[in-house]
């Protein structure tokens, strides 16, 4: 069984960056591949950006790219998203998703998931 934990959420100006964190528990967090999505309320679930479980080849979402980077610590058993350039249109909860299977962007893809982080960002 895997646990995810976000943190790092929080209200910040347009044009700031956040880091935020997804600490895992259990045994196998090398061979998951994991990934961060996003929702507003009454939307569905937007694909944010996935990482491979070696943390060696990344995906990200056409609204993110450029701005966000993903990066995954084997020896922490944490993964991050560095957000930059953020935008009001960032506003949203954030979610931490893993799996030990396949990956892409389909949110029915990720077996394990987070509580989520609140992201603000005001204009």
């Known amino acids: 069984q895997v646990q995810l934990v976000e943190s790092g959420g929080g209200l910040v100006q347009a044009g700031a960056s956040l880091r935020l964190s997804c600490a895992a528990s259990?045994?196998?967090?090398?061979?998951?591949?994991m990934a961060w999505f996003r929702q507003v309320p009454g939307r569905e679930r937007e694909f944010v950006a996935r990482?491979?479980?070696?943390?060696?080849?990344?995906l990200f979402g056409n609204s993110v790219k450029g701005r966000f980077t993903i990066s995954k610590d084997n020896a922490k058993n944490t993964m991050y998203l560095q957000m930059n350039s953020l935008q009001s249109e960032d506003t949203a909860v954030y979610y931490c998703?893993?799996?030990?299977?396949?990956?892409?962007?389909?949110?029915?893809?990720?077996?394990?998931w987070g509580q989520g982080t609140q992201v603000t960002v005001s204009s």
């Open positions: 990482i491979k479980r070696s943390g060696g080849e990344t």
């Open positions: 259990g045994q196998f967090f090398s061979s998951l591949d």
């Open positions: 998703a893993a799996t030990l299977g396949w990956s892409g962007t389909s949110d029915r893809l990720y077996d394990y």
